[in-house]
């Protein structure tokens, strides 16, 4: 009885299909003008190609009862395919449960085979192509022409580019970033003037979030790299779970929030419909769909006579697009993106205070027991530097995303205590960096005016420790890069939130912004390591060409679907591939970090061994002439009773040093001393020449000792 609806349904799979040997349904959304008599609660419709079967599931209600028409239409990469239309009442296209529409509830579900005619109009590829875009519409008709009911819906064979490991190979990835960056540190022993390896954790973050944002532009974006750039939502402290969810949404009805529609619990039973059509389903309800589509033989009911009917199983359908399409597609409710992103923030913060803090604690129980290592004892001495940093380091990571989350909060926000705390976070977030930013400012300032230069902030061990994560990877002469970065980051996230909505601005505002800045880095090459650069520059062209891509996507410029589609699988490839070589220049980077010497310390060096010549030859000048030994026959004249000369340093001298306003007399009374020293040697001189000490640097004059303390009174 369903022969003709199978068939035709087997047909719009036909488009949309995406891989596997099974199509079926994703979601189902209402397109009609709201003034339906026939609404449909559930719809789930699945095609077994190694058996030609068909299993079905659909519920729904009517006002009255009534005779009707159907059309399908079917649309693939936005062009239509095909289109029939039929008379449930046919004879030949005969449906029960159509022929009249109850009224009531009604609801049907069960297989049926599929004729190979039809089958064999499916290609091959519809089942190995993931994420294809096409949808199918179902029209109900009264008689008279009117419009009943419409029925929209996208299909899948289960492949497609989201998958939870691709995630997974991202966060470890970072991780690995991490870990080599912590390395790193560590090789270079905090020396002022080291420079981590690029790219590094930083680096990496910021890639990933970059792709996450270009998901979040109000543009109908191809299925296949919607799909693709939910996979790195993490990066963007989109990490969502039941419980924290039901927190906020607990949260925001206390603070004046509206939960009717904006809520976990609502989100996770709707289909989401973009702008395009396509449509996405977020509800838990995939594993009872799947259960109810075991093969099974036709149960249909009328008047709800069966659970199929009951309204836990009705679905609704939510128009979405831009940043709120792509945070609820991750589960999470777009009043509660910032609170997601802030606890998420908190907890990061409280695992880094509570490590260092533990770190702490058993390296004072380590000292208690033993010794550890010299290259720990600054950490245990500034562990409250270490965890100010780290975090303000937090911050400059996330500085891009959070601004983009307050705006978009203080504009789409409910809940005032919400607003509230995304004003204030985004405010002290802004003058944690203006604070650093103005400190090292003013630090160039006194250098430039003390020295000419600003050469301290590498070479002067304190000023590093405090500023180094600002520039560290910088050039000397470009240590200021850090502040464009700053600025980068903000109107990035400043223009795709106030922008929400309006992709064709969104899009060129961010091509602007990209543009700048790889204008910016092919001009000054900041960085220390020519790779450094180089790495940096390929990544921001990748972002311009990103964004370009992303342009063809917007709506109001009319390209086809196919183009769309085929840009939206280029950029993937693009985006994957860069991806990969940047895991793999991260063990390259940091073998060279480990095995190659810094440029700082390197010139360093160099400064200090063309100093050593200096410093040597200003001893040698300042050295005493060697005694050249003394006639045997003034030695007789020497008494045992007399006692040796001490002399004593003037106060003075020890103070502020010789001086040496008249050079020629000290070079007399010196010969003088020299002269009449022949033969002997004070006890101290004999002492600090047998222990072979230098002499003093600072040298006085004295009195020969002849001999003549017998002849005093």
């Known amino acids: 009885m369903w022969r003709t609806v199978v068939a035709l349904t087997s047909l719009s799979l036909l488009p949309t299909a995406l891989g596997a040997d099974i199509l079926k349904t994703s979601g189902f959304s209402n397109c009609n003008n709201g003034s339906s008599t ?42 239509q395919v095909y289109q029939k239309e039929f008379d449930p009442c046919n004879d030949s296209t005969k449906v029960d449960q159509l022929c009249p529409v109850p009224e009531g509830t ?33 029209v109900l008709k009264a008689k008279d022409g009117q419009q009943l009911a419409c029925i929209q819906s996208g299909v899948t064979n289960g492949k497609t580019v989201e998958v939870p490991a691709v995630s ?139 659970p199929d009917s009951d309204d836990d199983n009705s679905t609704e359908s939510h128009l979405v697009k831009g940043i709120q399409g792509y945070v609820e597609q991750l589960t999470i409710p777009e009043t509660n993106t910032f609170m997601t992103v802030l606890l998420v923030f908190a907890i990061v913060v409280a695992i880094i205070v509570v490590g260092i803090l533990l770190f702490k604690v058993v390296l004072e129980a380590w000292s208690l027991f033993g010794q550890f290592p010299k290259s720990l004892t600054t950490f245990r001495k500034e562990y409250w530097r270490v965890m100010a940093q780290t975090i303000t380091s937090l911050i400059m990571l996330l500085y891009g995303v959070w601004t983009l989350y307050c705006i978009f909060q203080l504009m789409h926000g409910d809940s005032w205590a919400a607003k509230l705390l ?97 204008i910016l880095l092919l001009w000054s090459r900041p960085y220390n390591r020519k790779s ?78 063309h100093l050593s010549p200096d410093l040597e030859g200003d001893a040698f000048l300042m050295e005493p002439a060697p005694y050249k030994g003394s006639p045997p026959r003034r030695a007789r004249l020497r008494s045992d009773s007399a006692p040796s000369y001490e002399p004593v340093r003037a106060q003075a001298l020890a103070r502020f040093g010789p001086r040496f306003n008249d050079d020629s007399q000290e070079v007399l009374v010196k010969g003088a001393a020299g002269m009449g020293r022949s033969g002997y040697r004070s006890v101290s001189q004999d002492r600090s020449e047998a222990d072979g000490s230098p002499p003093p640097l600072m040298r006085e004059p004295k009195l020969p000792n002849l001999g003549f303390e017998q002849y005093r009174h």
Request: aromatic fraction near 12%; charge should be positive; hydrophobic fraction near 45%.
């Open 38 to 79: 026939i609404k449909v609660n559930n719809v789930d419709i699945s095609f077994d190609r190694s058996t030609n079967k068909i299993q079905f599931d659909v519920s729904g209600t009517s006002t009255k009862e009534q005779e009707v028409t159907a059309e399908l239409v079917v649309t693939a990469y936005g062009v």
């Open 106 to 138: 009604f609801a049907a579900n069960g297989t049926q085979e599929i004729p190979s005619e039809y089958t064999d109009l499916i290609p091959s590829i519809a089942y190995s192509l993931p994420d294809l875009d096409g949808s199918a519409q179902l």
């Open 168 to 306: 997974y190979v991202a966060a470890a990835i970072a991780a690995a970033a991490l870990a080599v960056s912590l390395v790193g540190a560590a090789a270079t022993s905090g020396h002022p003037g080291s420079s981590s390896s690029s790219p590094g954790f930083s680096e990496v973050i910021w890639w990933f979030q970059g792709m996450a944002m270009n998901g979040m532009h109000s543009v109908p974006y191809p299925t296949i790299y919607r799909s693709f750039s939910k996979n790195f939502g993490f990066s963007t402290g989109l990490v969502s779970w039941a419980g924290l969810q039901k927190s906020i949404d607990s949260f925001r009805s206390h603070t004046g929030g509206n939960l009717t529609d904006a809520s976990y619990e609502y989100l996770r039973n709707s289909t989401l419909v973009f702008s395009d059509g396509s449509t996405v389903q977020t509800t838990t309800g995939i594993v009872r769909r799947t259960v109810s589509l075991f093969l099974r033989d036709i149960d249909t009911s009328i008047n709800g006579t069966t």
């Open 422 to 518: 995304a004003g204030v976070t985004l405010g002290l977030f802004t003058a944690i960096l203006a604070f650093y930013t103005w400190k090292i400012w003013s630090v160039v300032r006194k250098l430039k005016k003390l020295e000419g230069d600003v050469s301290a902030l590498y070479e002067n061990k304190e000023t590093w420790k405090k500023y180094k994560i600002f520039y560290e990877n910088y050039k000397r002469g470009y240590w200021w890069l850090f502040i464009p970065a700053i600025i980068y980051m903000f109107a990035k996230g400043c223009v795709l939130a106030a922008g929400d909505g309006h992709g064709l601005v969104q899009t060129i505002g961010q091509l602007i912004i990209e543009a700048l800045m790889l």
């Open 532 to 609: 450094g650069n180089w790495i940096n520059i390929i990544i921001q062209i990748v972002r311009v060409l990103s964004v370009v891509c992303i342009l063809v996507f917007v709506e109001e410029l009319g390209i086809a679907q196919t183009t769309k589609t085929i840009t939206g699988v280029v950029l993937i490839a693009v985006q994957s591939g860069l991806t990969v070589i940047l895991f793999l220049l991260i063990f390259i980077n940091s073998i060279i970090t480990c095995c190659k010497e810094n440029p700082h310390r390197k010139r360093r060096k160099a400064a200090e061994k």
